[in-house]
């Protein structure tokens, strides 16, 4: 189970931020670029949640931390139902 916590990583990081875009998506057009200032496309502006790419960003980011949570934990209860882990 500790060898795969890249796999974990990896997998629920771009599970997470695959449909985070989706979600993404769907707020940018029911929100509009109205509330924001900026569009946020040069240097590091497209980290800053407060710029029209920044958010998109973030939302992605966090739907990603999110899916790896998920599936590690998913993971734990299953190798706990195989017998294959012991609870700790």
């Known amino acids: ?3 795969s ?3 974990t990583i990896i997998a629920g990081m771009t599970t997470g931020m695959g449909n985070g875009s989706v979600f993404t998506c769907a707020f940018l057009l029911a ?5 924001f200032g900026e569009a946020g496309l040069w240097y590091m502006d ?5 710029t029209y790419q920044g958010t998109a ?10 899916f790896v949570l998920i599936l590690g934990y998913a993971l ?3 190798a ?9």
Do not use: C, N, T
Request: charged content about 30%; hydrophobic content about 40%; glycine content about 10%.
């Open 80 to 88: 706990l139902l195989e017998g294959l882990r012991k609870e700790e």
């Open 5 to 7: 916590i890249w796999l």
């Open 46 to 50: 497209p980290y800053d949640p407060r």
């Open 31 to 35: 929100v509009g670029r109205g509330p």
């Open 1 to 3: 189970m500790k060898s």
């Open 57 to 66: 960003d973030w939302i992605m980011f966090i739907f990603g931390i999110a």
């Open 76 to 78: 734990k209860q299953h």
